[in-house]
């Protein structure tokens, strides 16, 4: 018999484990190396839209995941006092449509994802790619925790800030593109009475949100700011990203004070700089991309986990048959009219949520009043703007 072909997907959260599904079913032999110690499950709310819908269907995890749907009915905008601008569904702002798009926890989709794959697939936890050094034969492989493999091919899912693509293409700074704005986001107790619900406080460059995801004693909390240039001193430093923040909304109304006081108590705040990595290409030799190291949209665009499972899917998809070159050439040329679709969304995003001039406020507001007087929308084209091939019948053609 043919020895499999042996792949290294870096990264375990959502277009890894992806990945190795549809790998494994098209016969390679996977594994999956993962910094952390444990699948990273956290709470916080993500969509899934038009076509990864698809994905998840074939995948045969839809059912499940629509068990876990959490359905959040009124998105509440306030003004820097707490008076109420506007209550409206979120679908009339995310462009989704009802009944169809999923909002679940994070950690039950990568929870469902591992499930998925956990027995046919090796996982490494607590370990990570120290070097990369291909070959003819392959690509010789050291790893952090000590030891080395050589593998046919290897994989890059790690994210928006993906070692593997800073080893293949240099720098972040090369690819990141700043979107204008910073977030901390972390979970603190839900005091407020809120219920399958988000409020939204805004001022001119500055908003802050709680979001009820049920009826559970936790909010998750969200902070967001406009800002020039990334702060760079303060992503590797989170007493001076907590300082920062802090110092971004002193003075600030609302519930903002005690989100502050939270904030400098809980160890779950996560920041950054809202940005896209855009690439003009997506692998180098045997080494490859998917998901937001190779194309991250932005949270503005709500489509970050969409494009990660699709773009598993494509560039498993696109290696059946095909030897490395052409595969991730088809991957890239199946998939990337897809991702630059959803990435032109973050305009969208940007204006309608959060406005740096007190005019732009205002004009917002006013298109929300007019919005909540209307149902919700049928969709963005730009979510379903990718027909899913069948790889299937290339496998057995």
């Not at 790893?143 to 994210?159: H, I, K, M, P, Q």
Request: proline share 5%.
């Amino acid at each position: 018999m043919t020895p499999r072909r042996t792949i290294l997907v870096s990264g375990a959260s959502i277009a890894g484990p992806a990945l190795a599904f549809w790998l494994n079913r098209y016969g390679y032999a996977v594994t999956v190396v993962e910094k952390a110690g444990t699948l990273r499950a956290g709470g916080y709310p993500i969509d899934v839209r038009g076509t990864a819908l698809e994905v998840l269907r074939r995948m045969g995890l839809l059912p499940r995941l629509r068990d876990a749907h959490i359905d959040l009915r009124r998105l509440t905008f306030v003004d820097g006092d707490g008076g109420e601008v506007a209550s409206i569904h979120p679908h009339a702002v995310t462009g989704g449509v009802e009944g169809k798009d999923l909002e679940v926890r994070r950690g039950d989709l990568t929870n469902a994802l591992h499930a998925a794959v956990r027995d046919d697939v090796e996982f490494l936890f607590n370990d990570s790619i120290d070097t990369l050094d291909e070959s003819v034969h392959g690509v010789d492989v050291t790893f952090r925790g000590g030891g080395s493999r050589t593998f046919d091919l290897v994989v890059g899912a790690e994210g928006m800030h993906s070692r593997t693509r800073e080893m293949l293409f240099g720098p972040e700074e090369g690819f990141h593109h700043y979107l204008g704005y910073c977030f901390a986001v972390f979970t603190m107790r839900n005091t407020f009475g809120l219920s399958h619900e988000t409020v939204m406080w805004n001022t001119p460059g500055r908003a802050a949100a709680l979001y009820a995801v049920g009826d559970n004693d936790d909010v998750h909390a969200f902070l967001n700011f406009a800002r020039p240039e990334p702060p760079f001193e303060a992503f590797p430093d989170p007493e001076a990203q907590r300082k920062l923040v802090a110092e971004v909304f002193a003075g600030a109304g609302w519930e903002v004070p005690g989100m502050l006081a939270a904030m400098r108590e809980v160890d779950d705040v996560f920041f950054d700089a809202v940005g896209q990595i855009r690439m003009p290409r997506w692998s180098s030799g045997r080494v490859a991309l998917v998901g937001d190291a190779a194309y991250a949209p932005s949270f503005l665009t709500g489509q970050g986990t969409s494009l990660a499972l699709v773009g598993a899917y494509m560039l498993a998809g696109s290696l059946v048959g095909r030897d490395h070159a052409a595969g991730f050439a088809a991957y890239e040329h199946g998939t990337r009219e897809f991702v630059t679709m959803n990435q032109g969304l973050v305009g969208q995003g940007g204006a309608t949520l959060f406005p740096t001039t007190a005019q732009a406020l205002e004009q917002r507001n006013d298109r929300l009043r007019k919005l909540s007087a209307i149902p919700p929308a049928e969709g963005r084209p730009a979510h379903s703007a990718l027909t899913l091939p069948d790889f299937t019948s290339t496998l057995t053609g």
